[in-house]
């Protein structure tokens, strides 16, 4: 069974730092790429960010280009994310997603996470 | 700002169906695939369809799924109240900002 738990949530003043973690398992970890997904409160999905298998092809939304970094250590079966410079528009609930092919471009998130909430706020 | 655009709701009574629209544009609908996701109150999305019109195991075929175009519709035939949820249609796009979309999501409410 394909389990993804977040963690690394919390409330954070408004230009600090935080950096989200997700336990894989129940998968081949290094067969797949993985994403972020954000949801804030009573809103929407927005993608945030991807990583293919090997860390060899990253990708960011624009809201986040510059200030938050995806990255992943297969070894561990981890993805983080790192984020900077945090505002006020980035508290969500932050999901990690499990893609459905090695990239993730053009791809898709077949599996979530039940998410870490990020709250920003002085 | 989702670039895909969904009503923000449709309804029907327990066996009816329903029809959801996620309109696009030829960057990312016209050019990619479309993925549809459930999400329950408080809990996280759930796959139903991929690649337009594909059902992962364990999804009844109550569950449909079409692209035309750059318009995708899911359709959900006998309505159960444990359908009520928001559901979201998601693709890629291909544009300067390349990267993932999801519509503005709708929510289904069984009357």
């Known amino acids: 069974e394909v389990q993804l738990v977040e963690s690394g949530g919390g409330l954070v003043q408004p230009g600090r730092s935080l950096r989200l973690s997700c336990a894989a398992s129940g998968f081949t970890f290094d067969d797949y790429a993985m994403h972020w997904v954000r949801q804030a409160p009573g809103k929407g999905l927005e993608w945030v960010s991807g990583?293919?298998?090997?860390?060899?092809?990253?990708g960011y939304a624009d809201s986040v280009k510059g200030r938050f970094t995806i990255s992943r250590d297969n070894a561990k079966n981890s993805l983080y994310l790192q984020m900077n410079s945090l505002r006020a528009e980035d508290t969500a609930l932050y999901y990690c997603a499990k893609d459905s092919l090695l990239d993730y471009s053009g791809s898709y998130p077949d599996y979530w996470g039940q998410g870490t909430l990020v709250t920003v706020s002085s | 700002q989702s670039v895909l655009t969904q009503p923000p709701s449709v309804s029907a009574a327990p066996g009816q169906k329903v029809t959801i629209s996620c309109s696009g544009s030829s960057s990312n609908i016209g050019n990619n695939y479309v993925s549809w996701y459930q999400q329950l109150p408080g809990t996280a999305p759930k796959l139903l369809i991929y690649?337009?019109?594909k059902r992962p195991s364990g999804i009844p075929d109550r569950f449909s799924g079409s692209k035309s175009g750059t318009s995708a519709t899911l359709g959900i035939t006998g309505l159960q109240t444990g359908d009520e949820a928001d559901y979201y249609c998601g693709t890629w796009d291909s544009s300067l900002s390349a990267g993932g979309v999801f519509g503005t999501g709708t929510k289904v409410t069984v009357l």
């Open positions: 990583i293919s298998w090997n860390s060899g092809s990253i």
């Open positions: 690649d337009n019109n």
